[in-house]
């Protein structure tokens, strides 16, 4: 598999993934930091989004697999792709607690940009991020991306309002950090 790092592998989602994205979408602690909204889902709504992004000809979503035990451990998506202006957005949400902060996150992410970049040969890719999830942010910059703006006081969680940072990272800034 040409997407796969020692630890991990990407492979296409399919609707037999269903049932598992269902879990992670409903699990507050893991949405708590990627979803605007906190609200729980439905299976029905689920099966309905997860056919829409695999419909999709704007978007690929893929799950993260560790390979010792081939387990699924999160999802990651190229979303709103624009091939004309070759530039995409991406989202990651590794929805087994038990593999937050060992590296999982930023071993996902260097193969989906690989995949935008060597593959699909997009120019751009960007991203959001919510102002209080410092362990993202930071990741986000080790692998290059940069704050390219900030939608102020955009989101309410636990009483107070929180930024949403806007950041991206381009094809031959990618390709100079990973020389």
Same mark, same amino acid.
Request: glycine residues 10%.
């Given at each position: 598999m040409l997407f796969e790092s020692t630890r991990m592998k990407l492979r296409k989602m399919t609707n037999e993934d269903t049932e598992l994205y269902h879990k992670w979408r409903n699990d507050i602690e893991v949405i708590r930091s990627t979803y605007l909204s906190l609200d729980m889902y #439905?299976?029905?709504e689920?099966?309905?989004f997860v056919n829409?992004? $695999?419909e999709s000809h704007t978007g690929k979503s893929y799950i993260m697999v560790e390979k010792e035990n081939e387990t699924p451990i999160g999802i990651i998506s190229l979303v709103n792709i624009d091939y004309k202006n070759r530039n995409a957005e991406c989202i990651i949400d590794i929805g087994e607690k038990e593999?937050?902060?060992?590296?999982y996150g930023s071993e996902g992410l260097k193969l989906l940009l690989d995949l935008a970049f060597y593959e699909i040969n997009l120019h751009r890719v960007a $991203?959001?991020? %919510?102002s %209080?999830?410092?362990?993202a942010i930071r990741l986000y910059?080790?692998?290059?991306f940069q704050e390219e703006g900030i939608s102020r006081q955009s989101l309410f969680r636990n009483g107070k309002? #929180?930024?949403?940072i806007h950041m991206g990272i381009l094809q031959d800034e990618y390709f100079e950090q990973n020389q």
């Open positions: #439905h299976m029905d689920t099966k309905e829409r992004i $695999l593999y937050w902060g060992k590296g $991203l959001k991020v %919510f %209080f999830n410092d362990r910059k080790k692998i290059g309002w #929180h930024d949403i």
